[in-house]
């Protein structure tokens, strides 16, 4: 198999020393699995949240994401072992419906985002943090 290099490679790397899938770390970060492909492949850019979503996935820093993107190293959380330990994998699966809508919304403007989600107000499901699960 070919070396990845730039923000795939660094993903991959960390994804590898997490012990997930591409599957687990969509869906940790909040996003679908092909949105997750599209990014590591330079198809889509991805949202600031979108971005945000996957740093906490891989547990990088903040900004790690624009570093790895640069072809840095972006550093580990300082306590990433006691975060990685703290997830709860026993929480219920999400609904699929919401989780397509929220998709959706990854791909629109943090402006047009941020309406939304003011205009949904308390009908968002319990756990769903401006687009996505609060963790």
Same mark, same amino acid.
């Given at each position: ?8 490679? #660094?993903?991959? =790397?960390?994804? $590898? *020393?997490?012990?997930?899938?591409? !599957?687990?770390?969509? @869906?940790? /970060? ?7 492909? #599209?990014?590591? =492949?330079?198809? $889509? *850019?991805?949202?600031?949240?979108? !971005?945000?979503?996957? @740093?906490? /996935? ?26 990685? /330990? ?50």
């Amino acid at each position: 198999m070919p070396e990845l290099s730039g923000l795939d490679g #660094a993903m991959d =790397k960390r994804r $590898q *020393a997490r012990g997930l899938t591409w !599957r687990q770390v969509a @869906e940790q /970060a909040g996003i679908s699995y092909e949105t997750l492909r #599209a990014i590591r =492949k330079g198809e $889509q *850019a991805g949202s600031d949240l979108t !971005r945000r979503g996957l @740093e906490r /996935a891989l547990l990088w820093e903040t900004g790690g994401f624009e570093i790895a993107e640069a072809g840095g190293d972006p550093a580990v959380v300082a306590d990433a072992p006691a975060v990685a /330990a703290a997830e709860a994998p026993s929480e219920p699966p999400s609904d699929p419906q919401v989780e397509a809508i929220l998709t959706i919304l990854d791909g629109l403007p943090a402006s047009v985002q941020a309406e939304v989600f003011q205009r949904l107000g308390k009908r968002l499901p319990p756990g769903v943090q401006h687009g996505r699960k609060a963790s």
